[in-house]
Nanobody
Framework: VQLQASGGGLVQAGGSLRLACAAS????????MGWFRQAPGKERRGVAC????????YYLESVKGRFSISVDNAKNTVYLQVTDLKPEDTAVYYC?????????????????????WGQGTLVTVSS
């Protein structure tokens, strides 16, 4: 699967953005998808995931109530609505297919075989 993230930008603290990740090569309806971010000097980590066929989502504790993940299967696109942004949200954001459990829950771990992160989309939050 090829993924292209977009929608990042420079915003002031408290602002909002809508990130999008369009896929080609495989449809989202059969995949659990996640958003990850990598801040300067830090490791990449997951912030949100969705398994749309089961209607399940999961969020990193620090973004709960501020970030919302959704998917448009017709457009093969996964979105991340980010609100009330904080300077610590500054990072490059990526999307990737993620692991899921047998109960239809997504996990903030990219599929082991996935290695096509692309350039991501940069979100910069000024204080």
């Amino acid at each position: 699967v090829q993924l292209q993230a977009s929608g990042g930008g420079l915003v002031q603290a408290g602002g909002s953005l809508r990130l999008a990740c369009a896929a080609s090569g495989r449809t989202f309806s059969r995949l659990a998808m996640g958003w990850f971010r990598q801040a300067p000097g830090k490791e990449r980590r997951g912030v949100a995931c969705i398994y749309s066929r089961h209607g399940n989502t999961y969020y990193l504790e620090s973004v709960k109530g501020r970030f919302s993940i959704s998917v448009d299967n017709a457009k093969n696109t996964v979105y991340l609505q980010v609100t009330d942004l904080k300077p610590e949200d500054t990072a490059v954001y990526y999307c990737a297919p993620v692991h899921s459990t047998g109960w239809g829950e997504c996990q903030l771990r990219p599929l082991t075989e996935f290695n096509s992160w692309g350039q991501g989309t940069l979100v910069t939050v000024s204080s």
